[in-house]
């Protein structure tokens, strides 16, 4: 019985009292697709359409199926809605299968009638949330809620997708159960094989536990990356019938462009994930475990409630029941999502929760504090007495009490016993990422294997096929000849039969050149001579209808005719213009009758157009029967001889064709049994010569069938093996990501950590400055500048005068600020005074040491040679600066190299202090 189209059921649904089976759906409205367009709005599926239908209380789905049923669709429908009602749900809907549900072209066709859910598919949810991590995560969490339930309740979708996936308010219901799979329905195979974006690629028609775990992972990856990274929407076309991941992706992950992005994501969560779902692609489809990390059962296993605890598997997986975990402290901020029960499965609890820092570090850092505070002290008195005129040595206490802080930094931080959890959480994940190492050993160890088999079998098959070709060439070269004799002998009977149908041709066409064109002549004069007949009977005909009209029009008088407006007196008066019958009528119109104007004369012509019609009308359409005899009496004889001639003529054209076609039928025949006679040879030829190698060729075939197939067993077999390491595989990689978690959690355990907290930041500003103070007070005490800097010098100090009576020191000058640009050094250390503005040239600059002490002076100006003197008795000195050349090395440099000897008087001099051009 064929099905209705979406047509037919548009049409049927716009009278519901009169369709539909169901007394609800009778007293329903179909939503119409606009008030413009008054028709049911239909949506097509896979092998259905639905309608909306809104009765009084709800409104319902309606799905009419297109496509031919299953068997056993009823008792699926059944099972499936029985289970549903024993689980309650709250992620399903309602439903009933109507067997007899809906009248189309005075048919009835079944149904599902199911609850009508207002929401928005789960791609639409997504493309309006992006950039909204939060509810991004809040959904995620939800999926795996319902994931796990479903798991509970033994219920396997079948068509996990964003279009059977709704979220309303919030939560997610589920649609469409064609495909669903209970705990009843077990050991039966899968009616379709679901969305392939969501599917596994390698999935036929499995059907049982585990049927949404592929799905449930595209979904949830699809999700959590979005969630990290919204980019992945507009560049890889999501919401396109799909979320991110396509049939492409699945069927070539090492070529796809969206898999490469996500093991490549700057967010380690994508990172971890995407490679556990890559390990996914090589397993085969049952083997995929679920998104709590537990495999397959191999035996039907007891279903847990939703309120129990996580299995063990899965609780070994909670950070907080983690082997050496630490806690987070009481009161410490947490910017961990709050996600539910759902928190529990770890591959959540790693892909939504950033780990929090936690107080690594139990022992309060009051002694490092107050050494560090000591520290600042010190430094702050050794540089105030350095800049007081101390000995410069004292700076090396500085660093000194640097190494102190930092050696008792280490000692307390290496008796930190959080140290010994961190190394263990080190050590676990070290052995862990052994494992998989390991793992990835044996994986390519099997593909070089693999690949070992393939290249060995490959050889072998490719030297038997050679052997193969080598004998087939040999028996193409035997046969060669008679194939060759074949064709030859082919060829001439094609010639033989093309000269026979060309003489068939020739002498057709001689017939017909005579007795057919005496013939053709005949039957022209039997159609001449029929259309004569025929006329002449028509002509016949004609006259007499004529005679008729003419008798009736003659026999209708003006007397007893009823014209108006013409009386008696009148017709008196068209009788003596000659007017006595409806034949003469015409006549009115060339002579004029007094008392007879235009509107009479019209009356008196519509009375003969009257009697005219009436005689036609009663005119005889066929000729009487004496008249018919006659004139065909005229032609009889003359058919007849006509007749006799084309008889002849027929028969002798037919014998005459006859003739021809059996002389060809004749030589056709013969040419036909030595066609089969040369097939027949070169058969039997062939047929010897094949035998004579059939043998070898059956042993080279034979061997290569037998290598084959060992081949294939052989990598068979190390596929199986490699199955299971790759299965080993996911459950590492699990485990690797679970302690590069964990070992998050460690991140604060650090030297570096552990000093930030030893010293406080407003304790480092003030380190710092003290630092700088101590700096500068080496500066002023005569540590050597930088290129540029200037020299500042300290009191003067008057030198010790042995065996002399003492003196007053003099008060110590008042120094001067020297030109920005000029330095001036003394060796040994004294005191020096510059008198003078800052820019020289300007004021003579005097340089004043002390009196009676020898100085070497080193006075240094960018762009200017580079002076050193010797002074003695004279406390004031004027030196003039001589401008560098391009390629001096000393200003290059910025040496203390003597420009000219101490006595040059260019160099000192006693009066102004000029610049030299």
């Not at 005719?561 to 009148?570: N, Q, R, S, T, V």
């Not at 007017?579 to 235009?598: C, H, Q, T």
């Not at 066609?675 to 047929?687: G, P, T």
């Not at 300290?794 to 005068?801: N, Q, R």
Request: hydrophobic share 40%.
């Amino acid at each position: 019985m064929a099905l209705p189209t979406d047509v037919d059921y548009q049409e049927a649904l716009q009278n519901p009292r009169v369709s539909f089976l169901d007394v609800e759906l009778q007293n329903g409205r179909p939503e119409v697709q606009s008030a413009a367009l008054p028709f049911p709005k239909a949506r097509s599926g896979n092998f259905a359409v639905a309608f909306r239908m809104n009765c009084a209380s709800r409104s319902w789905a309606v799905k009419c199926f297109t496509r031919a049923l299953q068997p056993d669709l009823q008792e699926r429908y059944t099972a499936i809605s029985t289970h549903l009602a024993s689980a309650r749900l709250p992620y399903s809907v309602g439903f009933t299968f109507l067997p007899k549900g809906i009248r189309v072209r005075n048919e009835v066709f079944p149904i599902l009638k199911m609850e009508w859910i207002d929401g928005e598919s789960l791609s639409r949810n997504i493309e309006r949330n992006l950039g909204n991590q939060a509810a991004l995560f809040g959904l995620a969490s939800r999926w795996l809620e319902m994931l796990r339930a479903l798991q509970a309740a033994n219920i396997c979708h079948g068509d996990l997708q964003h279009g059977n996936v709704l979220v309303v308010g919030g939560e997610l219901r589920l649609i469409d159960y064609d495909g669903m799979y209970v705990p009843t329905l077990a050991g039966r195979r899968s009616h379709e094989r679901g969305h392939e974006n969501y599917q596994h690629p390698h999935r036929e028609s499995e059907f049982g536990p585990g049927l949404d775990n592929f799905s449930a992972w595209v979904v949830f990856v699809s999700l959590l990356a979005v969630a990290y990274e919204p980019t992945l929407w507009r560049n890889h076309r999501g919401g396109d019938e799909c979320i991110l991941f396509r049939k492409t992706d699945f069927a070539n992950p090492d070529r796809s462009q969206l898999l490469a992005a996500l093991l490549a994501s700057r967010e380690q969560r994508v990172r971890s994930l995407a490679s556990l779902f890559r390990t996914l692609l090589y397993l085969p489809p049952q083997q995929v475990p679920s998104l709590d990390g537990q495999f397959l059962p191999t035996a039907p296993t007891r279903s847990v409630p939703v309120g129990q605890a996580l299995p063990s598997w899965v609780s070994e997986h909670r950070p907080s029941d983690s082997p050496g975990a630490v806690p987070p402290a009481v009161g410490q901020p947490s910017n961990e999502l709050e996600v539910g029960d759902a928190g529990g499965l770890w591959v959540l609890d790693h892909a939504l929760h950033t780990p929090a820092e936690a107080l690594a570090f139990v022992r309060p850092p009051t002694l490092e504090r107050l050494v560090a505070i000591a520290t600042v002290m010190l430094t702050a008195l050794v540089a105030l007495a350095v800049a007081r005129g101390s000995p410069m040595s004292l700076l090396a206490i500085v660093p000194s009490l640097m190494v102190g802080n930092v050696a008792l930094w280490l000692v307390r931080f290496g008796s930190e016993g959080v140290r010994a959890a961190r190394k263990r959480k080190a050590q676990e994940l070290a052995e862990v990422q052994a494992e998989f190492d390991s793992v990835e050993a044996k994986l390519r160890e099997f593909l070089q294997e693999q690949r070992l088999a393939e290249v060995a079998g490959g050889k072998v098959e490719s030297d038997l096929h050679k052997a193969m070709r080598q004998v087939d060439a040999r028996v193409a070269a035997e046969l060669e000849p008679p194939r060759a004799a074949c064709r030859r002998e082919m060829e001439r009977i094609r010639i033989a039969r093309e000269k026979i149908s060309k003489s068939q041709l020739v002498g057709l066409q001689q017939i017909q050149s005579t007795t057919g064109a005496n013939l053709s002549r005949v039957k022209r004069d039997l159609a001449d001579l029929a259309l004569k007949e025929s006329s002449e009977m028509a002509a016949v005909l004609s006259a007499a209808q004529k005679h008729h009209v003419a008798s009736a029009l003659s026999a209708a008088s003006i007397d007893h005719a009823d014209i108006p407006g013409i009386k008696e007196g009148l017709k008196e008066r068209l009788k003596a213009a000659g007017i006595y019958s409806a034949a003469d009528a015409d006549r009115i119109l060339y002579y004029k009758v007094e008392g007879i104007g235009d509107k009479k004369s019209a009356a008196l012509l519509s009375w003969r157009s009257a009697v005219d019609a009436r005689a036609r009308a009663t005119a005889p359409t066929v000729l009487p029967t004496h008249h018919i005899r006659v004139i065909r009496s005229k032609y009889a004889k003359q058919q007849s001889d006509l007749e006799t001639t084309l008889a002849l003529l027929d028969d002798q054209n037919a014998k005459e064709v006859a003739a021809v076609q059996g002389e060809v039928a004749r030589l056709q025949q013969a040419l036909a049994s030595e066609e089969v006679a040369a097939r027949e040879k070169l058969h039997r030829e062939e047929h010897v010569i094949q035998e004579h190698h059939g043998a070898e060729r059956a042993r080279v075939a034979s061997e290569l069938t037998r290598v084959g197939v060992a081949t294939r067993k052989q990598i068979t077999e190390i596929d199986a093996r490699a199955q299971e390491t790759r299965k080993a595989a996911f459950g590492t990689i699990w485990k690797r990501e679970r302690a590069l978690r964990e070992y998050a959690h460690y991140d604060a355990v650090s030297f570096r950590r552990f000093a930030e907290r030893s010293v406080p930041p407003a304790l480092r500003i003030v380190a710092g400055l003290t630092a700088g103070a101590a700096f500068a007070a080496g500066l002023i005490a005569g540590l050597q500048p930088t290129g540029g800097s200037r020299a500042v010098a300290p009191s003067v100090v008057s030198p010790a005068i042995p065996d002399a009576a003492p003196v007053e020191k003099p008060a110590p000058a008042e120094p001067a600020s020297a030109p920005a640009d000029v330095v001036v050094d003394s060796s040994p250390q004294a005191a020096l005074v510059y008198e003078g503005r800052t820019k020289l040239g300007k004021t003579p600059l005097t340089i004043q040491v002390m009196q009676g002490a020898q100085r070497t002076l080193s006075i240094r100006k960018k762009g200017y040679k580079t002076v050193s003197i010797t002074i003695g008795d004279q406390p004031n000195v004027t030196v003039s600066l001589q401008k560098a050349r391009r390629g001096d090395r000393t200003a290059r440099s910025g040496g203390d190299a003597p420009a000219d000897s101490p006595s040059n008087p260019s160099n000192v001099d006693t009066g102004p202090f000029t610049e030299a051009e």
